[in-house]
């Protein structure tokens, strides 16, 4: 079966589908194990972005081999659901954030494909990181599963694998972005150049390092982080299974 549909695993979810098959996919920059399997109908491939027991840190991560493994299996659409920080007090554990902006804030991550330029320049445009196919595909799925959604917003990556100051943070609100994650770049701008479609859905699960005004709200902890995502797993699945289903048909 060739997959449409590619997803990334995040923290707290490393597992997906059943009765799938799990290829290891040579790519120019290491292999990549990917579970390939039909649902209802359509090839979805699945890959832990962190590794099956969450063995890699955000900055070492082979976000190339990874993205790459997808569009060698035949992947036309990628949808990366990942944990993040609210920067903002509407935007509450266990809600969900379909992102359509990404402000990018690591360093010496390999996030380009073009090592050189040995066949001409080869600037991507990457003002609007998320596809709006997909981001509605998103949306319409978690209001279908009853979450509380928000559509649209800025997710700020930071590279970890420490979470954020409360000056850092207290910055990311100022500027006006909404939720802080570690893994959206260079995931986002490596599909852009693989010529992937891609979406971005958030489950909030804290305040990072705290909101204005509110100076007993307690800075994230990574046990907080883990319980809200394991709380969700049933719930990120379903809304990914609906979602699947609807790109298909997109």
């Given amino acids: 079966m060739t997959p449409e549909i590619g997803i990334f695993g995040g923290s707290g979810f490393y597992t997906f589908l059943t009765g799938a098959e799990t290829v290891d996919v040579e790519t120019a920059w290491g292999s990549a194990p990917v579970t390939v399997a039909d649902v209802?109908?359509?090839g979805v491939a699945f890959l832990p972005r962190h590794g099956p027991r969450h063995e890699l840190p955000p900055h070492r991560v082979n976000y190339r081999a990874n993205v790459d493994a997808?569009?060698?299996?035949?992947?036309?659409?990628?949808?990366?659901?990942?944990?993040a920080g609210s920067l903002r007090p509407e935007l509450r554990p266990g809600d969900f954030v379909v992102v359509d902006q990404l402000v990018d804030r690591t360093w010496g991550r390999a996030d380009t494909f073009h090592d050189r330029f040995d066949d001409?320049?080869?600037?991507?445009?990457?003002?609007d990181p998320y596809t709006p196919r997909v981001r509605r595909a998103l949306l319409d799925?978690?209001?279908?599963?009853?979450?509380t959604m928000h559509d649209g917003g800025t997710v700020v990556?930071?590279?970890?694998?420490?979470?954020?100051?409360?000056?850092?943070?207290?910055?990311?609100?100022?500027?006006?972005?909404?939720?802080?994650?570690?893994?959206?770049?260079?995931?986002a701008a490596l599909a852009r150049e693989a010529g992937l479609d891609f979406g971005g859905i958030a489950l909030v699960t804290d305040y990072d390092a705290g909101l204005d005004g509110e100076p007993d709200l307690p800075p994230v902890r990574q046990e907080a982080v883990l319980e809200v995502v394991r709380a969700n797993v049933d719930r990120v699945r379903t809304l990914l299974f609906a979602a699947v289903a609807d790109l298909a048909r997109r």
């Fill in 120 to 127: 001409g320049p080869q600037h991507v445009s990457l003002a």
């Fill in 141 to 147: 799925a978690g209001a279908a599963a009853g979450a």
């Fill in 70 to 83: 997808m569009r060698r299996l035949g992947v036309h659409t990628l949808v990366a659901p990942f944990a």
């Fill in 40 to 42: 209802d109908g359509v």
């Fill in 157 to 187: 990556v930071v590279n970890g694998p420490r979470f954020s100051t409360r000056a850092e943070s207290a910055w990311h609100r100022q500027a006006g972005w909404h939720v802080v994650n570690m893994t959206q770049y260079p995931e």
